[in-house]
């Protein structure tokens, strides 16, 4: 067809273009299996979004191996278990089996080596380590990996940490791609080094700082990024420390002026609701179940709401709290953020963090407030916009879709009121955020886009089903559970391609 001819040469001629993707990196998905429910009961509970994954589920794929690499030479294992058995008998808290004459068990012994080799640890160290807990350690310049000892120890080792939540995969906050990337390359260094540099620059060069964002921002200045692509903080840099303190100021005041009054009863229902909203934002994250955050999020809703009569608090703004509270948090905590004890930090840090997030998030409610309003007049236009996208960038869908009676309302309404963050684990929500705020009306125009092309992305599935039940049980639990970086990278690619191609030329699609 022309869209998908226009699709693959637009790459070809668009050498130069910010998102561009690669063939090599496309991502393979899985054919999502449905089961048909029998009720419309059934259908109801099976409807849930990217935090209500039931805790079976998340077990399994946190168990599931990783994919199996290339097994290493049968006499290079041999060498490696004498060497491990060798080293562990000088340890009195580390004494492993010695290996079985029987070949099947020497065969199970070593996939178990094997599976542990694969957690490895890259070093520039040439030196040999044993530690006191019972690993083994072995480092050489042909072969710098972390080698384990047998199992029980490595147990024994496990059993003296602290316990700490168990934290499923859709819930995890690091930024890091699904796939386990290293920390720092090289090219990422380098990227780092230029967002430090214009941002230590006497006066930001804000849209050269627009133009590094869109493909992510480092962890390390994100939260001033952050700062400054959302207008909260000037681009002077002899300015921002002022800016800050009197907005942080102001916004404690607000506190002392109006929190009281949640309890007065033309308040009452308002706080009432964000109450209750509170506790089911992002509930698999030990963070927000805390009694000091969940205070912070009552506190930055109730003020927004009664400064912004027009539209109130409605349900879904609590969740677009939670990327700038985690990215200003980010700041203080250098990993494990989903464990954090938010009162460990000095008092003045978390109302400075509380501050930050509030009016960030007011900036970004400004653009999209009509989305708020009654009858939430922006969702609905967006929502009919999406729909008639979708109608000419990919015909087969949309009749499928209107075949099979499933209204766009029904699964997309969440979409744009959440900005797919219902739909994305919290990682990846941040990395999109990257690019919405340096993107031009990234949270209303391009997210239409981003929308349109998160519909597309499960084109083989949609057509697989012909039911209405399963279709929207699909579209109300897309399986992003593992997404990273990576997968984000190429939903934004390829929204930047529809945007380039329709908004720039509306005609262009014309059926």
Same mark, same amino acid.
């Given at each position: 067809t022309m869209a998908t001819e226009n699709r693959i040469n637009f790459w070809r001629r668009k050498a130069k273009l910010p998102g561009r993707y690669h063939k090599d990196t496309k991502t393979k998905l899985n054919n999502l299996k449905t089961k048909k429910a029998s009720s419309f009961h059934e259908f109801a509970h099976s409807t849930s979004d990217a935090w209500d994954i039931g805790e079976e589920e998340?077990?399994?794929?946190?168990? /599931?191996?990783?994919?199996?690499?290339?097994?290493?030479?049968? #006499?290079? *294992?041999?060498?490696?278990?004498?060497?491990?058995? +060798?080293?562990?008998?000088?340890?009195?808290?580390?004494?492993?089996?010695?290996?079985?004459?029987?070949?099947?068990?020497f065969q199970e012994e070593n996939k178990e080596l094997q599976h542990l080799n694969r957690k490895v640890i890259r070093?520039?160290?040439?030196?040999?380590? /044993?530690?006191?807990?019972?690993?083994?350690?072995?480092?050489? #310049?042909? *072969?710098?990996?972390?080698?384990?000892?047998?199992? +029980?120890?490595?147990?024994?080792?496990?059993s003296a940490l602290p316990v700490r939540p168990l934290i499923p995969l859709v819930a995890r906050i690091s930024d890091q791609n699904a796939s386990g990337a290293l920390p720092m390359t090289v090219r990422e260094k380098s990227r780092l080094d230029k967002f430090k540099l214009l941002l230590a620059s006497p006066s930001t060069d804000l849209e050269e700082l627009r133009k590094h964002s869109w493909s992510g921002i480092p962890r390390e200045v994100r939260p001033t990024t952050w700062r400054l692509l959302s207008g909260y903080l000037p681009a002077n840099r002899g300015r921002r420390e002022l800016v800050l303190q009197r907005k942080r100021d102001e916004y404690f005041a607000f506190i002392e002026q109006y929190y009281q009054s949640r309890t007065e009863e033309h308040h009452r229902d308002t706080y009432r609701q964000i109450h209750i909203d509170i506790p089911r934002t992002n509930p698999l994250?030990?963070?927000?179940?805390?009694p000091t955050v969940q205070e912070v999020f009552e506190r930055i809703l109730f003020i927004w709401a009664i400064r912004h009569p027009a539209s109130g608090y409605v349900q879904g703004i609590n969740d677009l709290v939670t990327p700038f509270f985690v990215v200003f948090l980010s700041e203080f905590v250098m990993e494990d953020v989903e464990n954090f004890e938010m009162s460990a930090l000095p008092l003045q840090t978390q109302r400075n963090i509380e501050a930050d997030s509030f009016w960030c998030m007011s900036k970004l409610l400004d653009g999209i407030q009509d989305n708020y309003t009654f009858a939430q007049p922006g969702i609905q236009n967006k929502v009919k916009a999406l729909e008639e996208l979708v109608s000419r960038m990919d015909e087969d869908v949309h009749a499928h879709l209107v075949r099979c009676e499933v209204e766009y309302l029904q699964f997309a309404f969440r979409w744009m009121n959440n900005l797919l963050m219902r739909e994305l684990p919290l990682r990846c929500t941040i990395r999109l955020w990257d690019t919405y705020q340096a993107e031009a009306e990234g949270f209303s125009h391009f997210h239409l886009f981003v929308c349109a092309a998160f519909l597309l992305e499960w084109r083989k599935q949609i057509l697989s089903m012909s039911d209405f039940q399963g279709l929207l049980m699909l579209l109300q639990n897309l399986p992003t559970i593992h997404w990273g970086n990576e997968e984000v990278g190429l939903l934004l690619a390829e929204a930047y391609r529809l945007k380039y191609m329709f908004a720039d030329a509306p005609s262009h699609y014309k059926r």
């Amino acid at each position: 067809t022309m869209a998908t001819e226009n699709r693959i040469n637009f790459w070809r001629r668009k050498a130069k273009l910010p998102g561009r993707y690669h063939k090599d990196t496309k991502t393979k998905l899985n054919n999502l299996k449905t089961k048909k429910a029998s009720s419309f009961h059934e259908f109801a509970h099976s409807t849930s979004d990217a935090w209500d994954i039931g805790e079976e589920e998340d077990e399994e794929s946190l168990r /599931s191996p990783a994919p199996s690499a290339t097994p290493p030479d049968l #006499s290079m *294992q041999t060498k490696v278990m004498e060497m491990l058995n +060798h080293r562990c008998d000088t340890e009195t808290s580390c004494r492993p089996e010695p290996p079985s004459s029987d070949s099947r068990h020497f065969q199970e012994e070593n996939k178990e080596l094997q599976h542990l080799n694969r957690k490895v640890i890259r070093s520039t160290s040439d030196t040999q380590v /044993s530690s006191s807990s019972g690993t083994c350690v072995s480092r050489s #310049s042909s *072969q710098k990996q972390l080698l384990l000892c047998p199992v +029980h120890c490595t147990k024994q080792k496990q059993s003296a940490l602290p316990v700490r939540p168990l934290i499923p995969l859709v819930a995890r906050i690091s930024d890091q791609n699904a796939s386990g990337a290293l920390p720092m390359t090289v090219r990422e260094k380098s990227r780092l080094d230029k967002f430090k540099l214009l941002l230590a620059s006497p006066s930001t060069d804000l849209e050269e700082l627009r133009k590094h964002s869109w493909s992510g921002i480092p962890r390390e200045v994100r939260p001033t990024t952050w700062r400054l692509l959302s207008g909260y903080l000037p681009a002077n840099r002899g300015r921002r420390e002022l800016v800050l303190q009197r907005k942080r100021d102001e916004y404690f005041a607000f506190i002392e002026q109006y929190y009281q009054s949640r309890t007065e009863e033309h308040h009452r229902d308002t706080y009432r609701q964000i109450h209750i909203d509170i506790p089911r934002t992002n509930p698999l994250i030990p963070l927000f179940q805390q009694p000091t955050v969940q205070e912070v999020f009552e506190r930055i809703l109730f003020i927004w709401a009664i400064r912004h009569p027009a539209s109130g608090y409605v349900q879904g703004i609590n969740d677009l709290v939670t990327p700038f509270f985690v990215v200003f948090l980010s700041e203080f905590v250098m990993e494990d953020v989903e464990n954090f004890e938010m009162s460990a930090l000095p008092l003045q840090t978390q109302r400075n963090i509380e501050a930050d997030s509030f009016w960030c998030m007011s900036k970004l409610l400004d653009g999209i407030q009509d989305n708020y309003t009654f009858a939430q007049p922006g969702i609905q236009n967006k929502v009919k916009a999406l729909e008639e996208l979708v109608s000419r960038m990919d015909e087969d869908v949309h009749a499928h879709l209107v075949r099979c009676e499933v209204e766009y309302l029904q699964f997309a309404f969440r979409w744009m009121n959440n900005l797919l963050m219902r739909e994305l684990p919290l990682r990846c929500t941040i990395r999109l955020w990257d690019t919405y705020q340096a993107e031009a009306e990234g949270f209303s125009h391009f997210h239409l886009f981003v929308c349109a092309a998160f519909l597309l992305e499960w084109r083989k599935q949609i057509l697989s089903m012909s039911d209405f039940q399963g279709l929207l049980m699909l579209l109300q639990n897309l399986p992003t559970i593992h997404w990273g970086n990576e997968e984000v990278g190429l939903l934004l690619a390829e929204a930047y391609r529809l945007k380039y191609m329709f908004a720039d030329a509306p005609s262009h699609y014309k059926r």
